[in-house]
């Protein structure tokens, strides 16, 4: 079996000794080693890859994006419409954007956002707590890590409210569906958390009209992808108050440049596109058992 990794903006030693470790007998190239222009690859393991390792390959059976997002692979000229594309469901991740979600609920839910501020005036304030479980979290997005999230906060004993554009199976929570309830939704969601991905329907979606829906002093946690929000918009919600705070990790064009005003403004919060990393061993397992399911010819194709 002939595989080729690359993910030339993170490690890629780990993807590898995670293949070698799990798969020990296959072919196993880095992009930027391979020197013959007759070795053609049958699965490419991409992260965020060149657009002419597209163009070289041409024998592939199938991509996997070592990730939960696709869009910055759609967006390569060359990529083949043509080739089964796979990406990570949870393969570990969901683990990780939990805590990073509890962590807005918590930060801002028990006012340590206050805290923060009382402890620099040196005042000694109780703030007046209401029982976090009686707020809405309303998760929107149930591709595999909403599905996860929401049900572990459910399980936890929250309000959980999910929302996306078709009707998910087996959830335990409430779920609002399609375009008609998103107002309806967004006006019954203290706590926002955004997991959507960034295509051309999500665009934007969270615009100045639909951020004015939130109820007044509401917080938005946003770890999908930050073109879902009109991020002047938001801002504008932040500074004047009508939301309470916004823990955010991703941004519409990333880096988040220097001197835009996320970074300075006081009630946000800004992380660096760390909520949920990709993990190597569970990412390559995952990836083994679809490449499995492909030579067995099933046909789970995502
Ligand atoms: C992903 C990400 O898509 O880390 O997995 O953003």
Redesign the pocket.
């Known amino acids: 079996m002939k595989i080729l990794l690359s993910t030339p903006e993170t490690d890629q030693g780990t993807y590898l000794s995670a293949l070698k470790k799990y798969c020990p007998y296959a072919d196993i190239r880095i992009w930027q080693d391979v020197k013959e222009t007759d070795w053609q690859a049958e699965y490419a393991l991409v992260w965020k890859p060149k657009n002419d390792l597209f163009l070289h390959q041409k024998s592939l059976v199938a991509i996997f994006n070592l990730?939960?997002?696709i869009d910055a692979l759609e967006k390569l000229p060359d990529l083949p419409q043509k080739v089964p594309l796979f990406k990570?469901r949870d393969a570990g991740?969901g683990q990780w954007m939990l805590e990073y979600i509890l962590y807005g609920l918590i930060h801002f839910g028990r006012h340590f956002d206050r805290y923060q501020r009382h402890q620099n005036g040196g005042n000694w304030h109780p703030e007046n707590t209401r029982n976090l479980q009686e707020k809405r979290i309303g998760i929107l997005g149930l591709g595999p890590l909403g599905q996860y999230v929401g049900k572990c906060l459910y399980e936890m004993g929250y309000t959980v409210v999910g929302w996306s554009r078709s009707l998910k199976d087996d959830l335990p929570f409430e779920q609002s569906t399609g375009m008609q309830s998103l107002n309806g939704f967004l006006a019954q969601s203290h706590f926002l958390v955004n997991l959507l991905p960034a295509n051309d329907d999500t665009y934007h979606l969270l615009n100045a009209d639909r951020l004015m829906r939130l109820p007044r002093d509401s917080v938005v946690i946003s770890c999908g992808r930050g073109s879902v929000f009109d991020e002047h918009a938001l801002l504008l919600q932040l500074q004047t108050r009508h939301l309470r705070g916004a823990l955010l990790d991703v941004f519409e064009h990333e880096p988040l440049p220097k001197g835009h005003p996320f970074w300075a403004q006081q009630n946000i919060i800004v992380t660096p596109?760390i909520a949920?990393?990709?993990q190597a061993d569970d990412a390559i397992k995952q990836v083994l058992a679809d490449i499995l399911d492909i030579e067995l010819g099933g046909d789970q194709l995502y």
């Open positions: 990730g939960a997002g990570l991740m596109h949920a990393p990709t």
